[in-house]
């Protein structure tokens, strides 16, 4: 690694009088991926968000090659981002996209082919093996994050921060984004690494710089630490995640899955007895999370369900809601929060009739405060208070607020989508556990994951998708990742689906 090309001193900031990033120094070389890691809510985004120029500083200094920035122009600080939340105007191309902020031409006109060779030559460093007229809306989420640092590399960085790159792309897709950041690496870029997912950490980093309660309490070479280590930095106790005892299933059956059929699956047939947590495996595209939202009326499909033992052929949300089933979604952002709303009212969303009285009109919310300020408590949600905006609060707390609302309803039959995507290991515990008590307590479970570790500490019995196909499921004793994984992206006997029982 060459010389430093970055750095902050005693870098802060305050929001209302309270710090949530306090004096951190920090370095970056040339060449160097350095993991920025922490629970949600440490300050990582804050951080991050002072670096690249969102936010002003309270306190500190941001340097590039030994001048402060404020002495000179940004230009002459070539960093680059690519943000949790993708930047990507879904109706435009992806040659658009990647030369959106300097589109070759002269005057107004665009020159069309400067654009499509500049994408070209980004795409050719990260040997992405896209069209560059498709639309961007017509890609997949894993091709679309690699059109977004496509999009950063344009901008020439010596420094480029990936905030969970990985969050949303299988593992051949992961494996390509670090034999890209490999190449990037040796041709001095620095990056700043942000994920939840410790293994990559170690497979791909040279450093750590672990925040916690804003404060930076760890920074060393990734060679001088191991996983353990870095959970314990990161929350600040030990942590025993993976280590669940699931309980026992009962008898009798809460769910059943008729011969459901859509434009995403086929032929699917599931069964889940009460107390029951069925894992359900498979790459992005397999149609696991289409199968979740078909089962709860969201989206349309043919077939049949039975829930608790009454048979329908056609079903509504609402009917289901009432039946004691409800849904968290994989998409946080666009489909679990209301972002302008606070959290005593993101809270009673899935409750209203239970804990707003409206015989008068703009009276009688007085229960609905009392009830978020016990999902708070009771599901361990860091925030200033009910009347906090939810937007302001980190990813997984934002979760929490979420899982609260629904099991608050005390449901009998949950089904999970992604539930800890993009959430810390602290909270990713905590979530775990809440879905286990829930189990114990009667409920039949369905749970969908891209983290199959999860899924084999937290599930009875796995099932497996592929292209839209049932075409396997394990046992709790047969458990084996590497097992799961290979019948997920096997090519071969795709069958006509099997019945899950």
Same mark, same amino acid.
């Given at each position: 690694?060459?010389?430093?090309?970055?750095?902050?001193?005693?870098?802060?900031?305050?929001?209302?009088?309270?710090?949530?990033?306090?004096?951190?120094?920090?370095?970056?070389?040339?060449?160097?991926?350095?993991?920025?890691?922490?629970?949600?809510?440490?300050?990582?985004?804050?951080?991050?968000?002072?670096?690249?120029?969102?936010?002003?500083?309270?306190?500190?200094?941001?340097?590039?090659?030994?001048?402060?920035?404020?002495?000179?122009?940004?230009?002459?600080?070539?960093?680059?981002?690519?943000?949790?939340?993708?930047?990507?105007?879904?109706?435009?191309?992806?040659?658009?996209?990647?030369?959106?902020?300097?589109?070759?031409?002269?005057?107004?006109?665009?020159?069309?082919?400067?654009?499509?060779?500049?994408?070209?030559?980004?795409?050719?460093?990260?040997?992405?093996?896209?069209?560059?007229?498709? #639309?961007?809306? &017509?890609?997949?989420?894993?091709?679309?994050?690699?059109?977004?640092?496509?999009?950063?590399?344009?901008?020439?960085?010596?420094?480029?921060?990936?905030?969970?790159?990985?969050?949303?792309?299988?593992?051949?897709?992961?494996?390509?984004?670090?034999?890209?950041?490999?190449?990037?690496?040796?041709?001095? #870029?620095?990056?700043?690494?942000?994920?939840?997912?410790?293994?990559?950490?170690?497979?791909?980093?040279?450093?750590?710089?672990?925040?916690?309660?804003?404060?930076?309490?760890?920074?060393?070479?990734?060679?001088?630490?191991?996983?353990?280590?870095?959970?314990?930095?990161?929350?600040?106790?030990?942590?025993?995640?993976?280590?669940?005892?699931?309980?026992?299933?009962?008898?009798?059956?809460?769910?059943?899955?008729?011969?459901?059929?859509?434009?995403?699956?086929?032929?699917?047939?599931?069964?889940?007895?009460?107390?029951?947590?069925?894992?359900?495996?498979?790459?992005?595209?397999?149609?696991? &999370?289409?199968?979740?939202?078909?089962?709860?009326?969201?989206?349309?499909?043919?077939?049949?369900?039975?829930?608790?033992?009454?048979?329908?052929?056609?079903?509504?949300?609402?009917?289901?809601?009432?039946?004691?089933?409800?849904?968290?979604?994989?998409?946080?952002?666009?489909?679990?929060?209301?972002?302008?709303?606070?959290?005593?009212?993101?809270?009673?969303?899935?409750?209203?009739?239970?804990?707003?009285?409206?015989?008068?009109?703009?009276?009688?919310?007085?229960?609905?405060?009392?009830?978020?300020?016990?999902?708070?408590?009771?599901?361990?949600?860091?925030?200033?208070?009910?009347?906090?905006?939810?937007?302001?609060?980190?990813?997984?707390?934002?979760?929490?607020?979420?899982?609260?609302?629904?099991?608050?309803?005390?449901?009998?039959?949950?089904?999970?989508?992604?539930?800890?995507?993009?959430?810390?290991?602290?909270?990713?515990?905590?979530?775990?556990?809440?879905?286990?008590?829930?189990?114990?307590?009667?409920?039949?479970?369905?749970?969908?994951?891209?983290?199959?570790?999860?899924?084999?500490?937290?599930?009875?019995?796995?099932?497996?998708?592929?292209?839209?196909?049932?075409?396997?499921?394990?046992?709790?004793?047969?458990?084996?990742?590497?097992?799961?994984?290979?019948?997920?992206?096997?090519?071969?006997?795709?069958?006509?689906?099997?019945?899950?029982?």
């Amino acid at each position: 690694m060459g010389d430093v090309i970055f750095e902050t001193k005693g870098l802060s900031k305050a929001f209302f009088g309270k710090k949530v990033v306090s004096n951190v120094d920090f370095q970056l070389r040339e060449g160097e991926i350095c993991a920025l890691l922490g629970e949600n809510g440490a300050g990582k985004s804050t951080f991050k968000n002072m670096i690249v120029g969102l936010l002003e500083p309270t306190e500190g200094t941001i340097i590039f090659d030994g001048k402060a920035v404020g002495d000179t122009k940004k230009e002459d600080f070539p960093i680059a981002a690519v943000h949790q939340e993708l930047s990507l105007f879904l109706n435009l191309s992806v040659a658009e996209n990647i030369c959106i902020e300097d589109m070759p031409g002269k005057h107004t006109v665009v020159d069309w082919k400067k654009c499509r060779e500049k994408a070209l030559k980004y795409m050719r460093i990260m040997n992405i093996n896209l069209d560059p007229d498709a #639309i961007v809306g &017509t890609l997949g989420p894993g091709e679309q994050q690699l059109v977004e640092i496509a999009k950063a590399l344009s901008h020439e960085p010596r420094v480029l921060i990936l905030d969970e790159p990985t969050a949303s792309l299988t593992a051949p897709e992961r494996n390509h984004l670090f034999e890209v950041m490999n190449t990037l690496k040796k041709q001095n #870029i620095g990056m700043i690494f942000i994920t939840h997912f410790l293994d990559e950490v170690f497979q791909v980093c040279d450093r750590v710089v672990v925040l916690r309660n804003s404060e930076k309490v760890c920074d060393d070479d990734v060679k001088n630490m191991n996983k353990r280590q870095v959970e314990e930095l990161m929350i600040g106790r030990s942590v025993n995640e993976g280590i669940f005892d699931l309980g026992s299933i009962q008898n009798e059956t809460a769910l059943k899955v008729i011969g459901l059929e859509s434009e995403y699956f086929t032929n699917i047939h599931i069964e889940v007895k009460k107390g029951e947590i069925l894992g359900i495996a498979g790459l992005i595209g397999a149609g696991r &999370t289409e199968l979740l939202e078909s089962i709860f009326g969201i989206r349309k499909c043919t077939g049949e369900i039975e829930v608790l033992g009454q048979r329908y052929t056609h079903w509504t949300t609402q009917k289901l809601i009432r039946q004691g089933v409800v849904m968290i979604p994989e998409d946080r952002k666009n489909c679990g929060i209301f972002p302008k709303r606070d959290l005593k009212e993101n809270i009673t969303a899935a409750q209203m009739k239970e804990f707003v009285d409206r015989k008068v009109p703009c009276f009688g919310f007085k229960n609905e405060r009392k009830n978020a300020e016990k999902v708070i408590a009771q599901y361990r949600v860091k925030c200033p208070g009910v009347d906090a905006y939810i937007h302001e609060l980190s990813g997984g707390n934002q979760q929490k607020v979420i899982v609260g609302r629904w099991l608050s309803r005390e449901p009998k039959i949950c089904m999970f989508d992604d539930p800890t995507r993009g959430v810390d290991v602290g909270s990713r515990a905590e979530i775990g556990g809440f879905i286990v008590d829930l189990a114990k307590k009667g409920a039949a479970v369905l749970l969908v994951s891209s983290d199959l570790n999860e899924l084999v500490q937290l599930s009875h019995r796995i099932v497996i998708m592929r292209r839209g196909r049932l075409v396997g499921e394990v046992q709790k004793d047969e458990f084996d990742v590497r097992k799961i994984l290979s019948i997920s992206s096997s090519q071969e006997n795709e069958g006509e689906g099997e019945a899950v029982s």
